[in-house]
């Protein structure tokens, strides 16, 4: 079980800083990544991190706004984004794959685990 927070609404230009845990037993390793979906629109990949590694991937459309990284207790997740704009907006999802690492067709793959989502709002 996933548990994301941080989502809210801000202006253009703006900061979000949003998180995933796991909730109850976290794995050794694994490979997180945060999804997007706007209203009438496919999901979208944004970014992913694989524990074992630090490894990170980022989607072109928000790579230098956005840094996804991890505590140290490799527990939390956390996607910071900046310079927000209004085609930011969305319902954001993170999802992970335990034990696995984040392979090169990471936005294309299923996950096993998946979170409730957090909304942002940028306007």
């Known amino acids: 079980q996933l548990v994301e927070s941080g989502g809210g609404s801000v202006q253009t230009g703006g900061s979000l800083r949003l998180s995933c845990t796991f909730s109850g037993y976290t794995p050794y390793t694994y490979c997180m990544a945060w999804f997007r979906q706007a209203a009438g629109k496919e999901r979208e990949a944004v970014a992913a991190?694989?524990?074992?590694?630090?490894?990170?991937y980022y989607t072109s459309s928000v790579e230098g706004r956005v840094t996804i990284s991890q505590d140290n207790a490799k527990t939390t997740v956390t996607l910071q984004m900046n310079s927000l704009k209004p085609e930011d907006t969305g319902m954001y999802y993170c999802?992970?794959?335990?034990?696995?690492?984040?392979?090169?067709?990471?936005?294309?793959?299923?996950?096993?685990?998946r979170g409730q989502g957090t909304q942002v709002t940028v306007s």
């Open positions: 999802q992970a794959n335990p034990g696995l690492p984040c392979f090169s067709n990471w936005q294309l793959r299923e996950y096993k685990l």
């Open positions: 991190l694989y524990t074992g590694t630090g490894s990170t």
